[in-house]
């Protein structure tokens, strides 16, 4: 039962480069999401996608992309990564969205660096 | 702009101490106002939540209070143990379909318990 699973856990990216962030969830989640952790700022919601084949803006969606492949897979995609841009990234699935009777599991992190 | 803020950042306790995290938050809106506790390399893990129809939460040694007209909650952590010791965020979220569960996080308080 492995959960959340993100890949890569650690990266180191140029200026300028591209690159994407794996999510994948086993536990028939519906809605999906992709934060990131910031020193002294919480964690911040990119994007996040309420069911299969919509995604929406969270807080901060700025250089970043998504998809939500398929019921089980969420992608974050830096298409020309910026020094802002380091930090650790946290993918989170919930049952369904709307119900706080689920709880919303969070992926172990991916931790970027963009140089 | 951040719409629930946490104090202190970091907070370190005697181990037997209490620990108190308090968060206050600004949209009325918010009905739904969990804990989650984060382990070093780890992702956040929900630690107990609150609806506001209640004062008060209890499990185990977790406590949370909440106080809706000066839209305000706590966290309190009785006979705190070094195993205690890790991030803790608070957090806030609506439960109308339209916002779905996305949450919206404090900043997060380093607790420290020394044996």
């Known amino acids: 039962n492995a959960g959340v699973t993100q890949t890569p856990k650690f990266q180191v990216l140029k200026t300028g480069q591209s690159m994407t962030l794996q999510c994948a969830q086993d536990m028939n989640h519906n809605s999906m999401y992709w934060y990131r952790q910031d020193p002294g700022m919480g964690l911040r919601l990119i994007y996040y996608s309420a069911s299969e084949g919509t995604t929406d803006k969270g807080e901060v969606p700025n250089g970043y992309n998504v998809s939500r492949l398929n019921k089980r897979e969420f992608s974050l995609r830096l298409e020309s990564a910026a020094p802002s841009q380091t930090s650790v990234y946290f993918c989170?699935?919930?049952?369904?969205?709307?119900?706080?009777?689920?709880?919303?599991?969070f992926g172990e992190g991916s931790w970027l660096t963009v140089v | 702009q951040q719409q629930v803020k946490q104090s202190p950042q970091s907070l370190i306790v005697q181990k037997g101490g209490i620990s108190i995290i308090n968060c206050a938050y600004e949209?009325?809106?918010?009905?739904?106002f969990p804990w989650y506790q984060q382990f070093p390399g780890k992702g956040p893990a929900l630690l107990i939540a609150?609806?506001?129809?209640?004062s008060e939460k209890k499990e185990g040694r977790f406590t949370i209070s909440f106080n809706k007209s000066a839209k305000q909650f706590s966290l309190h952590i009785m006979d705190s143990q070094p195993g205690d010791s890790a991030t803790y965020f608070c957090a806030a979220s609506m439960s109308a379909e339209t916002s779905g569960s996305r949450l919206t996080f404090g900043e997060g308080t380093q607790l420290t318990v020394n044996p």
């Open positions: 609150i609806r506001p129809d209640v």
């Open positions: 949209n009325t809106a918010f009905d739904y």
């Open positions: 989170a699935s919930i049952k369904r969205q709307g119900s706080h009777r689920n709880t919303i599991y």
